[in-house]
């Protein structure tokens, strides 16, 4: 089914384009830094920056232990029907994103020679490197509570204060710190970034002063929540981690063997690394419908979205690597590279991480949706694909061949990508590879339906489902009820948004229990359910009365769109 045909599918693209943003804006943002330092302060500044990129890495790191776990549990809450505890973990994740914040700020003041000695800063350096740090160390502080807000806005569906934000983010860091870095040098840099977090902040706490916001803070830390918020941030928290040891180890080996020289082209190579944060954008546009669907225990909803995301991560990887094989020679130039002796390595650098892209972006995305059910094999993927392969293929091919170095990046992603089949083989077989989605056949037989809502095709779908629950052997009043508030509830969305493509998503779960109706719409936000709303016509007094009668049912707000849960008893 195409991705336009479905509901999932639309939610999926429409959140497709903020999601890439958001997963690698920050990324994004130090490589602002990094094009601005060049253009402004020349190659020196480019490679005192790059020197920044371990300590990056780890704010980055420590950051996404709170902001992924607790975006994760929101999301599972969420699709779990628990309003109050979905919130909790909002107000544990913001208490400690303030904390995580105090503590780097703390550490990067204490700890400052420390630092600058682990990540080997070269005398030639050290006077752009002292100037950036000196607020550096206030962009550590500012940086965890902005990724964390970003991302809890992110989950409750307000993509329009998120592209704002993010707009700011960037746009402001790349004027600030280009006005301030020609007044200050490297310090005006540093403050510019800082200017542009806050700024970023600011534009986020809008979303709460909206009508269609859902999150509610809430003064809860528990050390059982928080373990949670860990084990679901541990992936790509890690993969922050591993790429902080990364590139220190890389600095190390690569002043030893090449002097500071090429470090420009390094800093260039640790960029087109990091762009591949930019494939886990795909996995987080899916994210949200997929923990949903997890708390919902639908295993059809979650093959479902993964079959949009694979989709979208091959054409997306496609379209980067051979963008990124054919102007290579205009990459190097945006970072300022000309020496005559770097431009050919710089170029070939390029060249090399473009034929990489997809297979690390199926690492990736697939080490993010493991690290929920199979956390061992998550994190050995991100071992593979962040550390282990790059340097053996780097450092390796570095001893074998002229510029063996640069091509190593172009063979890591795929030794990654066999070393992680052959785990995830070795741990689980090949029954129900590669989702592994067995856990969900126990909560009960599913049929989901997605409906482009016109009378017809409403009426076509409750006809079938009369035909599935007749099959099943429920009786004729039961099947009636189900069939009645099928149409009613359908007609009465279709009726409120007139005019409007509407896709609705039915799941109809049938167990020993009973039958769950589960409804889902991209329509205006109503609640059918509410016994308060406005009786204007028959049909709104038939599904008033319908629902003063029906006990067990729930409305839930989620990101953004209806839903609907109905539960009735056993035949």
């Not at 860990?230 to 090449?258: D, G």
């Amino acid at each position: 089914m195409k991705i336009n045909d479905t509901f999932c599918g639309r939610r999926f693209k429409s959140m497709l384009f903020t999601a890439s943003v958001s997963a690698c804006v920050e990324i994004a943002n130090v490589l602002v830094d990094k094009v601005v330092s060049a253009q402004v302060l020349g190659e020196k500044a480019l490679a005192a920056v790059s020197m920044f990129t371990p300590m990056f890495s780890f704010v980055f790191f420590v950051s996404a232990i709170v902001m992924v776990g607790s975006r994760v549990c929101y999301s599972i809450e969420i699709g779990r029907l628990c309003r109050v505890r979905a919130n909790g973990f909002f107000g544990q994740g913001l208490i400690l994103s303030t904390v995580i914040g105090l503590a780097l700020l703390a550490l990067f003041f204490m700890a400052r020679v420390a630092i600058l000695n682990f990540v080997g800063v070269d005398p030639d350096l050290g006077n752009y490197v002292n100037e950036f740090y000196r607020y550096f160390v206030w962009v550590a502080f500012a940086i965890p509570v902005n990724c964390f807000l970003q991302q809890m806005v992110y989950a409750d569906g307000d993509v329009k204060i998120c592209n704002a934000s993010y707009t700011v983010l960037l746009g402001s860091n790349a004027a600030l710190s280009f006005l301030l870095g020609r007044q200050m040098g490297m310090e005006g840099i540093a403050l510019g970034t800082l200017l542009a977090n806050v700024l970023s902040t600011l534009v986020l706490a809008v979303h709460f002063f909206k009508k269609t916001n859902t999150l509610k803070f809430i003064w809860h830390v528990t050390a059982r929540d928080s373990a949670s918020v860990v084990r679901f941030s541990m992936a790509e928290s890690l993969e922050f981690l591993f790429f902080t040891l990364f590139t220190a180890v890389t600095n190390h080996y690569f002043i030893t063997v090449h002097g500071t020289g090429p470090l420009p082209v390094l800093s260039m190579m640790y960029e087109l690394i990091e762009m591949g944060v930019l494939f886990n954008g795909v996995w987080l546009a899916a994210e949200p419908l997929i923990n949903i669907y997890r708390g919902e225990k639908n295993g059809n909803g979650v093959a479902q979205a993964m079959r949009f995301v694979n989709y979208t991560l091959f054409k997306e990887g496609v379209l980067v690597s051979v963008a990124l094989f054919l102007f290579a020679p205009w990459v190097v130039h945006l970072f300022h590279i000309h020496s005559g002796e770097l431009v050919g390595a710089a170029v070939l650098a390029v060249r090399a991480a473009a034929v990489g892209m997809l297979p690390m972006a199926i690492v990736k995305v697939y080490a993010a949706y493991y690290e929920h059910e199979q956390p061992v094999l998550s994190i050995s993927m991100i071992v593979m694909i962040v550390f282990l392969s790059p340097v053996v293929c780097a450092f390796g091919l570095q001893t074998l061949i002229p510029d063996g170095f640069w091509m190593g990046f172009a063979v890591a992603p795929f030794l990654a990508l066999a070393l992680s089949i052959v785990l995830h083989l070795l741990l689980y077989g090949r029954k129900g590879f590669p989702l592994l989605l067995d856990e969900f056949k126990a909560s009960g037989d599913w049929h989901m339906r997605n409906v482009l809502l016109f009378p017809e095709s409403l009426l076509a779908f409750r006809d079938d489902v009369g035909t599935l629950l007749e099959s099943r052997g429920f009786d004729t009043a039961m099947r009636t009820k189900v069939m009645l508030l099928v149409e009613e509830l359908g007609m009465t969305i279709y009726e409120r948004n007139r005019g409007r493509k509407i896709y609705m998503e039915f799941s109809v779960i049938v167990k020993k229990s009973g039958i769950t109706l589960i409804v889902k719409d991209n329509g205006v936000i109503m609640d059918v359910t509410d016994l308060e709303r406005a009786v204007t016509d028959l049909r709104a007094y038939l599904v008033n009365m319908f629902m003063s009668t029906h006990v067990d049912k729930v409305y839930l707000l989620t990101s953004s769109y209806n839903r609907h849960v109905f539960n009735f008893g056993s035949c």
